[in-house]
Every structure is written in structure tokens, then in C-alpha cells.
């Protein structure tokens, strides 16, 4: 894992539920990529493609609603309150109150559907993949299959008039109908293009036409209810996604790398529109006042006043470059970093979040931080330089850091308030003994790109890297030495729940396990065809009320993609992330919530991770009581624990290790308020002596329990 993650130790309750919902933190209200506009009531209705619905006025002021689907593909609001969504697995959804709420619709099919739409007497028509076509007569509360002679997948259909309708999709297939669905007549376009929009002209100008619009610029003009097709030159070889009359009678069209066209005779011919961006540009709509809205990715919105006018962006203060690490010190303080060098914080949770850093050269790859007050961060220009920074102040001020790294660096961990290591490119490896006072180099033993460094103790560490490399130091960090893998695919992250089992995952899917400190390691790869890469992974174990142990875990890549694991990296299942943006870096904290970084400025946060399992009681700070860091941290031999009470009852105060058994009791008897010192000497309930690691000690009172975590070095 990039990131140095607080362990979760809490007490459970063995119940399935799902977990909580990933919510996006930053950009807001969504990241994702907003795919489809549709015009109801003078308020402009965005889809992403996901699950996120907004609704515009006119002043651009927005609502969000949350579809309860993973994967929305269309949507069709019969009017402002009552609408559709539909989507994977053949799945119908519809709202009366404006989507606040959604019931689910019987539907026929199983197969993806990308695209609904009605005519104005409430016959319904919905299109998927290989060939699929279902059609309501009751506006939209039944639902009945139909046969269409082609496997081919259909993406975008519209209702001209009551009696014709279009549908269109890959290879250029366009199917017709004249009876309000009953009977569909194939057509093939020239060049056989996937073709992504139509636009519905006939509603306009009443003139029987339709324009439709396809992957590498590709346009056509539908005569006579798209009886016949010519096609049309737009000038342009990107993909086109999106298409809107204003109503002064012009056609705008936008797709991708920028592209945005406008057409003043009806569709014939087409010229380039100035829009400062390259981004894709996947949905547009107006408002009867010529106002107009384009959706794009990352939940960039541009607008313009007025047909014709220039079109700017919404928001642009908001960061949507690419996140690759994030951390966080304690449950609200934290900071995430990546490309254009930024450096963002939040003392609130997330609830807000700050640009610390401008004017920052290339890429800031990772950062950890020491305490509330001094981190590093670390980065680089690729084949040009390298980037250390240093803060004493929260990131109020970063400061530049003389090291021997001559590249790219793409990890720092510090095993604790003195030592500390970085690594990147060409095997580089790092280390400092004075808290990055100077920096020296270690010898890696290869040219291999470093990525991510674990430490399970003081003296053992783990780095993975490029073509399956991982190297184990046994002595603190000064000397590493080669471990076999067994594969040659880029290991990206890497984590141990304890001393012995460890979790290594990277590109091609590969997730690897070893139970025996990295000496083997096992193939545990998902069997799915989508080739994704996974760029960091956190394993954590749970107590279990029953007082078992369970080892959690959360892996996530690319494609938004997100795994989870309840039995130590065994056996991972998926989920759903809400998002297909690249996931680079997550963190855990001690209240069971997590953060997830990734591409285009992506943050979520979701309040509670565990899957299968559900807290007993929600984890939440006390004024019953209160628990204080050990002293000293770390420590050798004995530690001093402190905590304050506000009332008279049973206390407990225990002593777990990483897998969440128990070590020692230290306290179980009733206290009177008041404030108390226990003595921990570093042994188990037996006397034993512990060995060296990460422990959690624990105060359990009136229902509610308090965690942190203490260091013994032997």
C-alpha cells in the first residue's frame, strides 16, 4: 500500500449486510463522467455513467439524487416528477417524486440495456446489448420482450412522433419502426460506425428527419423517419457522443478530445466551436432560454448563456488531475497527492478539501506523515528529476529536500520518528536516521522500478516492484536481499497482516499471497477477462464478538476497480466502487471508515468497509471517557497508558496484536471516575515477553470502545 494506514481493530457483530455506499468527497457532486442530458420542465437532467443523477436550473444551481443501480446506461423523464432508468442486467427503476425514491420495474431481460425513451401516448421502448429491445404500452409499468433479427448491441433510440421511432448501435446497425414499436425494419449505414446519439430533428422543424452520430466523426442525416441515410462530412475523426438543438435553430454536437461542432442549416454542415479544454465532452442540452450545459469527464460541467456565446467551465478551482496517494493522521486530518503537483488537505474528514502546494514540477507520487505536523512527500519529473518535500507545519509549507535520487521516486515510509526510506525508478532506495535531516543511499540489488515499501516490524520490510520483483530486509533496512515471486507481471502494492501473512498485487490482475514471511508466494489472480491492473491493497484484521478473528482486506486498480477479502487475501470478491475512473491508493482508519484516490481528482470515502459484517455499535468519540496515547511510543521495555473516566462502571482495558488476539488484560473491574495510569510491561497474560510489533490497546466502557495503537521494540 502507498500509504501508511491506521489499524482497525474493532468488535463486530457477525450479520451480513452490504457495505456502506463509496460517496464522493471530491469532485463534487460527482467524478464520474457525465454521459447523457435530457430537457424536462425547464430544468436540465444529467446522467452519469454511473449512478450519479443531477438535476440544473438555470442558474446552474444543483441537485443530486442517488440511483440505487451500480451501472445507469439511459434514462427518460416522462415529466418532472416521473421518470427511468435503466441499465446492467436488465434492470428498470422508476421514480413519481423527482428521484428521490426508486422502485424497481419487472423487467424481461437480463441483458444490459443502454437506452429508453416514450412517445408522447406512453408507449415506452428500451434498447441493450445483442440486439435486445423490450416495449411498454402503459407508460412504463409493464414491460414485454420483443425479437429483433441481429445479435448487434443497440445504444441510442428516440421517438420522432408517436408512430416512428430509431434505433441505432454498433456496426452501424439502425433499426426502424412505424407503428410505435410492433415491427422494426434493419437498416445498415455506410461504413458500418458504432453510432452513439440521435437527434431527433423531426421535433424541431417537423421536417421527418433525424441526425445520428458515431465513433470517428462519423454523420448521417435520416430522411423520411429515417427511411433512407446520407451521410454527412463533420469535419472531425473524434468520437461523437453527444447532440442538442438550441432553440435558435442551431445543432451543436460534442465528443471527444474537445470536440465541439455547431451546424446553422440543419444538420449539412458543420463548424469547429472554440472550448478551452480537450477533455471528452460526452453530453449537451439547453434551456428554452438558449442557456446550454455540457457534461464531460469527471463531472466537469461547461455552460454557456446563450446560443452562441463562449462556453466556460464550471467550478475550475476544482482539482481533477489525477490522485495517486492518499493518507491520513488521525480520523479528520489528511492529504492526498498526484499529478500537477498537488498536494490537497482536509482537517475536516474530507468534508473539504485544500491545495496546499503550487507551481510544483511533475508528479507527487506519495506522502506520510510523522505526526500532525511533519511529513514528507515524494515525486518526481520522470527521466529528469527528483522531487522530496518536507513539512513542519501540517503542509502550511513545503520544503525541498536535498537527496541523492536523480529520478522519479514513487514511495516513502518512516518505521518511526527518525527512520524513514524512499524508492523509485531504476532500483533507487533511500534512507534517513535523523528524520530526513540527510538522506543515503542503500544498495537494492537491481535496476527494477520500486514501488511500494511495507515494514511488519522495526526490523523487517518488504518492497515490491517491476517485473515481479520484491526484495525483504531483515535488519531494519540496510541490507535487502531478493525474493522469489513467481511472476514477471509489476507488483504495484504490498501488505502483511502480521509477521507471516502478506498480500502483494499488481498489473494483469495478479494478486499474490504468502503465509510464510514472503519465502513462497501463492497465485490468488481473480479469474475475470477484464486485464486490470491493481495499484495498492490493505489487509487489517477484525475481532469478531464471538472471539474470533476475521482478516479483512480492500485491493483497488484500475477501471474503479475494488476487491475485498474476509479471510486474510485467500479469496477476494468484487465490488462496487460507484465509479470506472483508475483507483490508485486507499486508506483505512481506526473508525472501520476508508478513502480511495484515483484518476481525475477522484476521492471517496465510504463510513464503514466491512462486507458480511456490521459494527456492533457505530465507533464514535466519547465524553464518557477518554483514552490518551501511550508514553513512551515506542518503547522498550514498559509503556504507560493513560485514560480519564466521567463515570462509575466496568472498564476493560486490553492489549491486542495486528490479527486482533487478545495479549493482555490490563484493567476489568468497576472504576469511579477519575483519571489512572496502567503500567504495560511487554508480556502476554501468561508473563511471557511479546515480541516486536504494532499492538492496540483498547478501553471498553459503557458500551462504547476506543482504540489506538503503540510500537514495542525489543
Known sequence: MKTSIALLI?????????????????????????AKVQFVDNKEYVLSDYDDLLKYDENFDVQEFNIPLPIVKG???????????????????????????????????????????????????????????IRSTDFGNTWSAQTLNTSKWLTSVTFLDDSFGIAAGHDGIVIRTEDTG??????????????????????????STVGALGDNG???????????????????????LGGAICPNGEIYVSGAEGTLLKSTDRGFNWQSVLINTTATLASIGFF????????????????????????????????????????????????????????????????????????????????????????????????????????????????????????????????????GFICGVDGQLYYTFNCGASWQTLFSGTSNWLLDIEFTSPSTGYIVGGNGTIIKSENGGTLWSPLNSGTQDWLQGVSFLDDSIGVAVGNNETILRTTD???????????????????SVDMSAFLLKNGSQEAQGLAVGSDGALLFTQDGGLNWQEQQSGTGNDLFDLALLSDGSAYICGEGGTILYSSSVTVGVEPLETPRLSEDFQLFQNYPNPFNPETTIQFELSFTGNVQLMIFDVLGRRVRELVNENLASGSFQVRWDGRDDLGREVSSGIYVYQLVGEGIAESRKMMLLR
Open 10 to 34: 474493532l468488535i463486530i457483530s457477525f450479520q451480513f449486510a452490504l457495505a456502506e455506499d463509496w460517496q464522493w468527497q471530491n469532485p463534487k457532486p460527482t467524478g464520474n463522467r457525465l
Open 75 to 133: 434514462f427518460a423523464f416522462l415529466n418532472a416528477d416521473t421518470g427511468y432508468v435503466v441499465g446492467i442486467f436488465g434492470k428498470i427503476l422508476k421514480t413519481t417524486d423527482c428521484g428521490q425514491t426508486w422502485t424497481e420495474i419487472l423487467s424481461p431481460t437480463r441483458k444490459t440495456l443502454n437506452a429508453i425513451a416514450f412517445n408522447g401516448s406512453g408507449v415506452g421502448v428500451a434498447v441493450g446489448d445483442s440486439g435486445t429491445i
Open 182 to 207: 410492433n415491427n422494426w425494419l434493419e437498416f445498415t449505414l455506410p461504413g458500418e460506425p458504432r453510432i452513439n446519439r440521435l437527434i431527433n430533428y423531426h421535433s424541431f422543424w417537423g421536417d
Open 218 to 240: 462519423s454523420g448521417f442525416h435520416g430522411l423520411n423517419f429515417g427511411s433512407s441515410w446520407t451521410p454527412v462530412s463533420m469535419g472531425t475523426t473524434s468520437n461523437l
Open 288 to 419: 428554452a432560454s438558449g442557456a446550454g450545459l455540457i457534461g464531460a469527464d469527471y463531472g466537469t460541467v461547461f455552460r454557456t448563456s446563450g446560443c452562441g456565446d463562449p462556453w466556460e467551465q464550471l467550478q475550475p478551482q476544482i482539482v481533477r488531475s489525477t490522485l495517486l496517494a492518499i493518507y491520513f493522521i488521525t480520523l479528520l486530518k489528511g492529504w492526498a497527492v498526484g499529478a500537477d503537483g498537488n498536494i490537497l488537505a482536509t482537517v475536516d474528514g474530507g468534508q473539504t478539501w485544500v491545495k496546499q502546494t503550487n507551481g510544483i514540477p511533475g508528479f507527487i507520487n506519495d506522502i506520510h506523515f510523522i505526526d500532525e505536523n511533519k511529513g514528507f512527500a515524494v515525486g518526481g519529473v520522470f527521466n529528469s528529476s527528483a522531487t522530496v518535500l518536507r513539512t513542519d507545519d501540517g503542509g502550511a509549507n513545503w520544503i525541498p529536500v536535498n537527496t541523492p535520487a536523480f529520478n522519479t521516486l514513487f514511495d516513502v515510509h518512516f518505521i518511526d520518528s527518525q527512520i
Open 517 to 535: 514471511a514472503g519465502l513462497t508466494w501463492e497465485d490468488r489472480t481473480l479469474n475475470t477477462p477484464r486485464n486490470r491492473s491493481y495499484s
